[in-house]
């Protein structure tokens, strides 16, 4: 009888110590394994530049405004980020940052202010100083740039109507500088370029 509890208490400490040993195991295992998870966030966030991520953030926070823009107006969703990126300088320039104006929009009155800016003049670029159109938010001045598009200019409502009705970004785009938007002889093309790298398409509305 005592040889037998003593094998089966023998028994019993090796089945024991088994257990312990792959819970330590297990442990070590997932120590690791939350080592490698982080060391590969840590990678993958390395791995977008600062100013990279500077443009993502700002696409984020433009997009939903100028899909609501379109469903309500049909300027593409694609054209007013793109736009609203390339004039801002993707929301770092001083005319974004301090007065929210997005498109380099001019402006006079009270609501304005003057500032220094570059247009394409004669074939060359100039440095002139310009009054810029001051808004009290980013969507405030996306708004203004969708009625701009939709209304037209004073005397000439249908200025922008080939933007308007424009099925896709490039026809959007070229029409654009056609219609003389910016002074830039490759606006067209810089916008195409922005939104095919960043797939802006994807916030057109069907």
């Not at 609501?68 to 300027?75: D, I, M, T, Y």
């Not at 810029?132 to 922008?160: C, M, N, R």
């Amino acid at each position: 009888m005592k040889r037998k509890l003593r094998r089966f208490l023998k028994q019993r400490h090796l089945k024991i110590t088994d257990v312990v040993l792959i819970v330590i195991l297990g442990l070590m295992m997932s120590i690791q394994v939350i080592r490698w998870s982080g060391r590969e966030i840590r990678q993958s966030q390395a791995a977008i530049p600062q100013s990279e991520q500077v443009k993502l953030n700002f696409i984020q926070k433009v997009a939903p405004i100028a899909e609501s823009e379109q469903r309500q107006s049909h300027v593409l969703a694609s054209i007013t980020i793109a736009q609203a990126a390339l004039e801002s300088d993707w929301g770092q320039s001083e005319l974004s940052q301090k007065y929210n104006n997005l498109f380099g929009v001019k402006g006079t009155g009270t609501n304005s202010a003057v500032m220094t800016t570059k247009e394409y003049v004669n074939g060359q670029w100039i440095t002139v100083k310009a009054s810029f159109a001051v808004y009290p938010s980013w969507a405030a001045s996306i708004a203004a740039h969708t009625k701009l598009l939709v209304d037209g200019l004073e005397g000439d409502q249908d200025h922008y109507e080939q933007v308007v009705n424009a099925t896709n970004y490039e026809t959007a785009a070229e029409a654009l500088q056609a219609n003389g938007y910016a002074t830039d002889p490759n606006y067209a093309q810089k916008l195409i370029a922005i939104i095919q790298k960043y797939k802006l398409y994807q916030y057109d509305n069907d």
